[in-house]
């Protein structure tokens, strides 16, 4: 598992080659050294999807077959209909955040989290005016509430190129729309077996959406669409009782 640093103005510069490099493939490379293993089944949620499927494509171009196969929970590759989080992204929302992150070199983590608590202010805000303040009765435990709140922040540059060339262009999914390290990225070269997990309620990476992702890959990958919302449905085993699911094989 690899666990990110959490960046400060000194690290204001990274970008998503940066995340690529010293990310997934440093990653390869200390596994094979830790233990001797070169082939690696890998797994990304959410953002660590979209780097995973990029970092694919980027190692197919360098006929790296390292990672055999790969999982992705949540994760976009399509930005089409990307959701109610197109709210909050447009040409001039993306500059004023730009001028924000620049100005302290990173995108401060409790800023995300309330964009994604806006989502779904029903459950993860109202609910808490009316039963704490409202009703003045203690909150009631909720760990899911308790791994919302630990956010990380994001290196300005790289936040900004993930912003603007996948949700504003699009153009990952487009054979050469983007370079990473001066490698033009098609996602039609990554062929090794996937594995797409999607949830119904999931106002983050809405499921019609990573449902058509896994089409622009050249292999033939497998989705499962579950209930429930971005986290829970990943925290909760598959109960047919709570969290129902069901397999469907793309192209």
């Known amino acids: 598992m690899i666990s990110w640093v959490t960046p400060d103005q000194n690290r204001a510069g990274k970008d998503f080659v940066d995340c690529m490099l010293e990310g997934p493939l440093a990653a390869l490379g200390a596994i094979e050294q830790a233990t001797g293993e070169r ?93 704490n303040y409202l009703l003045g009765r203690d909150p009631f435990p909720f760990d899911l509430l308790h791994w919302n709140c630990d956010s990380t922040r994001m290196p300005a540059k ?23 390290a001066g490698t033009p990225i098609d996602l039609t070269n990554v062929t090794l077996p996937t594995y797409f997990v999607s949830a119904i309620e999931d106002s983050i990476a809405p499921w019609k959406t990573p449902y058509t992702g896994p089409s622009l890959l050249g292999g033939k990958p497998r989705l499962v669409l579950s209930g429930s919302g971005h986290l829970a449905r990943l925290i909760n085993p598959p109960d047919v009782t709570r969290y129902g699911h069901g397999a469907y094989d793309s192209q």
């Open 39 to 131: 082939e690696v089944n890998a797994l990304g949620y959410c953002l660590g999807g979209t780097l995973l499927v990029a970092t694919l494509a980027y190692m197919a171009a360098k006929k790296d077959k390292r990672i055999v196969s790969a999982g992705f929970m949540s994760s976009l590759i399509d930005f089409t209909g990307a959701g109610e989080l197109e709210v909050f992204i447009d040409e001039i929302q993306v500059q004023a955040l730009g001028k924000r992150m620049n100005e302290r070199g990173y995108l401060e983590g409790s800023e995300m989290a309330n964009s994604f608590n806006m989502l779904r202010s029903n459950d993860l805000i109202w609910s808490f005016v009316i039963n």
């Open 158 to 180: 790289m936040h900004s190129f993930y912003l603007r060339n996948m949700y504003l262009r699009n153009a990952l999914k487009t054979p050469g729309g983007i370079k990473l």
